[in-house]
């Protein structure tokens, strides 16, 4: 039996006081509704339906990595609702689980657990939790065998009913010849003026369908977000999951509560990451690295034994075995450094090779660039890769020294051995061996006198 997983992603998210719709408002870099489908993408011959509405447009142009059937509601008239305009789509002969995209945290093991209780094909399953303050969830109602028979949303449930603690989490499996016989059947009869999915509960009890409930592991993994508050409080959640996992694959943070991994972060033996840092994209640190306060690191890769220190932005660059990168250090998408490089203080490399042993140490540019081994790059140095319209690339051969406040002027050759002297202005290629000195003459006036103040 094929299983069809319905996620509701219609809703505005008023609360959210915000223009972009409430299920792509991102959770670790990713959009909720995003963290929904990856779980639920996990299942055993899962066909992933996405139910839509406010902002329909826009859902659609970012979630575009799962193989997704949309469907519209134009109008946002309750869960039961919204699972209705899905169904055209779903194989008669599946079963349906229900999610919901503001949801983000649920565990692929929770809603595996969930679907083996539907295994016969004649039962409901229903994921309810006991919470301490169960105010605005719809509620468990059970007889007094402990057999359920209702949930009663909260505005309409009764001073005694509002006493349960056990809430109704809004995901559900159940067949979906079951549901295609239920939906039609609900009504708007409520305070809210709604077709609640959780009616199907009582109809499933008064035909003698077996209705289950499990819990999750975790609390966390029910809880939805209606406004940035609760968002914030379950990034939290999560980058401390994630955060934990890295201590136990024995890598040592300064503090696991002030690290922020919007991605995949994968680690070698004997990293380690200072507080304030953050890693976006895929990310991965060989043996050894050492990553200093406050650093942020793109889609890249850190050799073995790099040192990383504060303040210093990594983007989409290559850093292999030995290098040193900081404190204020920038590497653009395309810098590659080779082993035992250095890119000191504030200084930034662009789609550039910095050679073996090579230094890029103060206050230096280096753009469109190859440089090759033992390089010396003085401070204040310049590649002038850009006219306004074109780039250039610069060539410096290996052992060159470049001398402090020098500008290259693309294109640009250094031989290797070359000598560049410190504020020069280089136009011209320089050859192997040779000393460039291209700056004006020094001039010394004598018996000069400094004005003064009238």
Known sequence: MTLAVVTLAAGKGSRMKSDLPKVLHPLAGQPMLAHVLRSASALADARLHVVIGHGADVVKEQITDFPLTWALQSEQKGTGHAVAMAMPDVDPASTVLVLYGDVPLIRNETLQKLLNETHDGHALALLTVELA????????????????????????????????????????????????????????????????????????????????????????????????????????????????????????????????????????????????????????????????????????????????????????????????VGPYARLRPGAELHNGAKVGNFCEVKKSVIGEGSKVNHLTYIGDAEIGKDVNIGAGTITCNYDGVNKFKTEIGDNAFIGSNTSLVAPAKIGAGATVAAGSVITKEVAEGELAVARGKQRNVTGWARPVKQ
């Open 133 to 324: 303050d169960p105010n605005g969830y719809g509620r468990i109602v059970r007889d007094d065998a402990g057999n359920i028979l209702s949930i009663v949303e909260h505005k309409d449930a009764s001073d005694l009913q509002r006493k349960i603690r056990e809430v109704n989490t809004g995901i559900l499996a159940v067949s979906a010849a079951l549901l295609n016989e239920w939906l039609p059947k609900l009504s708007a009869n409520n305070a809210q003026g709604e077709y609640y999915l959780t009616d199907v509960i009582a109809m499933a009890v008064e035909q003698g369908v077996a209705v289950r409930a499990i819990h999750p592991q975790d609390e966390y993994e029910v809880q939805g977000v209606n406004d940035r508050l609760q968002l914030a409080g379950l990034e939290r959640v999560y980058q401390r999951q994630l955060a934990d996992q890295l201590l136990r694959d024995g890598v040592s943070l300064a503090d696991p509560a002030r690290i922020d991994i919007r991605g995949t972060l994968k680690a070698g033996n004997d990293v380690r990451i200072d507080v304030g840092c953050v890693f976006e994209g895929d990310v991965v640190l060989e043996d050894g690295v050492q990553i200093g306060p406050y650093c942020v690191i793109k889609n890249s890769r850190i050799g073995q034994g790099c040192e990383i220190e504060c303040y210093s932005m990594i983007d989409q660059a290559l850093v292999a075995a030995d290098c040193h």
